[in-house]
């Protein structure tokens, strides 16, 4: 198939699972065609089947706000109409969806067909779709989609009720290749010497730092798992509440064990180096950050909130608490990192779920799947 794909190409969970989607189809002989702003951050630019057209917004002084939603749908009708793309996938609602709605309906005014699919990837729908403002745009850009898929059926009965949308909403979930997401034992002997002493557990956080993340309360647990052990935080990532977390850090005396490393490119070789990661999330819709820990064999301690408990299976492959509840993830952290038997039997079981339930290789051809469905379906019945 040709496959466009838009997404936020910076650093988020959403333009991390199109970047990945876009990979694996393309290795799967799929010719891709990204229509962003940038080039999504996780591309090399030298792979095969993958294609990237730049959307360049000219400003004008006249403009007090440059158009960009405009020339995004402006460009996505140009580069379906010149590949002959079969279908669209925009990640994240808005304003991808209405963006696809209007390039879909240029094209249909010169009798082309482009049918659009947008994924749901949980803040398009939690915070700013909820936001008044946007949220009759935001229903309309998912009802006039040919097909929607939610990142967890949480996320899907959320949208269904906030919205008041009957119509289908499929299912399928975050996924992570288990073989770029992996413990390399000899890599990890080179690398963890530049993080923490051989003594030292080393837990691991990863976000976009934004307030949804609570990344305060990362900074809570560590500083009670490392008043009773050694330990060192990995800070992977960076966003508005970086400072607080710097500045709490520094309140409970735990700064120095703590490595902000910014936003990363390759977190694959970072994650095996944890033994821990951190997610006290006030909601996530899947969790990825998670997952593609778990794949590195690194179990979570998580909060018990939105699409998480899809991913988690609370003592089994990591542990669920209440939000905010610092004092029983620090206690239970230092716990399994004093009880080698019980966190290998958790790490492995995190390994095991991510290859089992959530490997590229199962959930990318549920996507191809809805890709065809979509096109047979909105081909006959436009
Ligand atoms: O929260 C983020 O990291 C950003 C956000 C995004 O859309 O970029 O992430 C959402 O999408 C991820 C990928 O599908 C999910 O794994 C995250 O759970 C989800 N974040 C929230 O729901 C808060």
Same mark, same amino acid.
């Given at each position: 198939?040709?496959?466009g794909?838009?997404?936020?190409?910076?650093?988020?969970g959403?333009?991390?699972v $199109?970047?990945?989607?876009?990979?694996?189809?393309?290795?799967?002989?799929? /010719?891709i065609?990204?229509?962003?702003?940038?080039?999504?951050?996780?591309?090399?630019?030298?792979?095969?089947?993958i294609?990237?057209?730049?959307?360049s917004?000219?400003?004008?002084?006249?403009?007090?706000?440059?158009?960009?939603?405009?020339?995004l749908?402006?460009?996505?009708?140009?580069?379906?109409?010149?590949y002959?793309?079969d279908i669209?996938?925009?990640?994240?609602?808005?304003?991808?969806?209405?963006?696809?709605?209007?390039?879909?309906?240029?094209?249909?005014?010169?009798?082309?067909?482009?049918?659009?699919?947008?994924?749901?990837?949980?803040?398009?729908?939690?915070?700013?779709?909820?936001d008044?403002?946007?949220?009759?745009?935001t229903?309309?850009?998912?009802?006039?989609?040919?097909?929607?898929? $939610?990142i967890?059926?949480?996320?899907?009965?959320r949208?269904r009720?906030?919205?008041?949308?009957?119509?289908?909403?499929?299912v399928?979930?975050?996924?992570?290749n288990?073989?770029?997401?992996?413990? /390399?034992?000899?890599?990890?002997?080179?690398?963890?010497?530049?993080?923490a002493?051989?003594e030292?557990?080393?837990?691991a956080?990863?976000s976009?730092?934004?307030?949804v993340k609570?990344?305060?309360?990362?900074?809570?647990?560590?500083?009670?798992?490392?008043a009773?052990?050694?330990?060192r935080?990995?800070?992977?990532?960076?966003?508005p509440?970086?400072s607080a977390?710097?500045y709490?850090?520094a309140?409970?005396?735990?700064?120095?064990?703590?490595?902000?490393?910014?936003k990363?490119? +390759?977190?694959?070789?970072?994650l095996?180096?944890?033994?821990?990661?951190?997610?006290?999330?006030?909601?996530?819709?899947?969790?990825?950050?998670?997952?593609?820990?778990?794949?590195?064999?690194?179990?979570?301690?998580?909060?018990r909130?939105?699409?998480?408990?899809?991913?988690?299976?609370?003592?089994? +492959?990591?542990?669920?608490?209440?939000?905010?509840?610092?004092?029983?993830?620090?206690?239970?952290?230092?716990?399994?990192?004093?009880?080698?038997? $019980?966190?290998?039997?958790? $790490?492995?079981?995190?390994?095991?779920?991510?290859?089992?339930?959530?490997?590229?290789?199962?959930i990318?051809?549920?996507?191809?799947?809805?890709y065809?469905?979509?096109?047979?379906?909105?081909?006959?019945?436009?």
């Open positions: 198939m040709k496959i794909i838009t997404c936020y190409p910076t650093y988020g959403s333009g991390v $199109a970047t990945e989607l876009g990979i694996e189809l393309a290795a799967r002989g799929h /010719d065609h990204f229509i962003t702003s940038a080039p999504p951050f996780r591309l090399t630019g030298r792979e095969a089947n294609h990237f057209h730049e959307v917004v000219s400003n004008y002084p006249l403009f007090e706000y440059p158009p960009y939603d405009l020339a749908a402006t460009r996505m009708a140009e580069v379906a109409e010149l002959s793309l669209l996938h925009v990640h994240y609602a808005i304003p991808h969806s209405v963006c696809a709605l209007l390039a879909r309906q240029m094209l249909a005014a010169r009798g082309k067909h482009l049918p659009f699919i947008t994924t749901l990837h949980g803040t398009d729908i939690t915070l700013v779709g909820l008044r403002s946007y949220l009759p745009i229903q309309f850009g998912i009802v006039q989609s040919d097909g929607v898929t $939610a967890s059926s949480h996320l899907r009965d949208t009720e906030a919205f008041n949308i009957s119509s289908e909403i499929e399928i979930r975050n996924f992570v288990c073989d770029v997401y992996q413990r /390399d034992p000899a890599k990890v002997a080179t690398m963890r010497p530049l993080y002493k051989p030292e557990k080393i837990l956080h990863l976009n730092f934004r307030p609570r990344v305060t309360d990362v900074i809570e647990v560590f500083a009670r798992v490392a009773a052990m050694p330990a935080l990995l800070m992977i990532g960076d966003g509440d970086r977390a710097e709490l850090a309140r409970l005396g735990v700064r120095d064990r703590i490595h902000f490393l910014g990363q490119e +390759n977190v694959n070789e970072l095996p180096l944890a033994d821990l990661m951190i997610m006290p999330s006030e909601m996530e819709s899947f969790g990825l950050a998670a997952l593609e820990a778990m794949a590195c064999g690194v179990p979570a301690i998580a909060t909130v939105g699409g998480v408990p899809e991913l988690i299976d609370d003592g089994i +492959n990591g542990l669920l608490f209440p939000i905010g509840d610092v004092d029983a993830m620090g206690t239970a952290a230092t716990a399994l990192l004093s009880d080698p038997a $019980a966190y290998r039997t958790m $790490a492995e079981a995190a390994r095991k779920t991510a290859q089992d339930r959530f490997c590229a290789s199962r990318i051809p549920l996507y191809e799947d809805y065809q469905r979509v096109i047979t379906r909105t081909s006959t019945h436009p």
